[in-house]
């Protein structure tokens, strides 16, 4: 479900806490699942999505996301 959301959420500006709104989950626990199913984290199948999965910006993106 997550997926799906974010695909017809693309063209938003989308956070971690608002997939977790739309499926009813917390962040730790959307994020293991994710993991588990993707190998990635949401964060970096966004970007994927987005087609901005370069290292640079994964790194930059982790760093705030950790603030």
Same mark, same amino acid.
């Given at each position: 479900?997550?997926?799906?959301?974010?695909?017809?959420?693309? !063209?938003?500006?989308?956070?971690?806490?608002?997939?977790?709104?739309?499926?009813? !989950?917390?962040?730790?626990? +959307?994020?293991?699942?994710?993991? =588990?199913? =993707?190998?990635? !984290?949401?964060?970096?199948? +966004?970007?994927?999505?987005?087609? +901005?999965?370069?290292?640079?910006?994964? +790194? =930059?993106?982790?760093?705030?996301?950790?603030?």
């Amino acid at each position: 479900r997550a997926v799906e959301w974010m695909n017809a959420h693309i !063209s938003e500006k989308i956070y971690v806490e608002d997939v977790c709104r739309a499926v009813c !989950s917390n962040p730790s626990t +959307l994020n293991f699942r994710f993991r =588990k199913e =993707k190998d990635m !984290s949401i964060i970096e199948y +966004l970007l994927e999505i987005r087609g +901005l999965s370069t290292e640079r910006n994964i +790194l =930059k993106i982790k760093v705030n996301y950790l603030d």
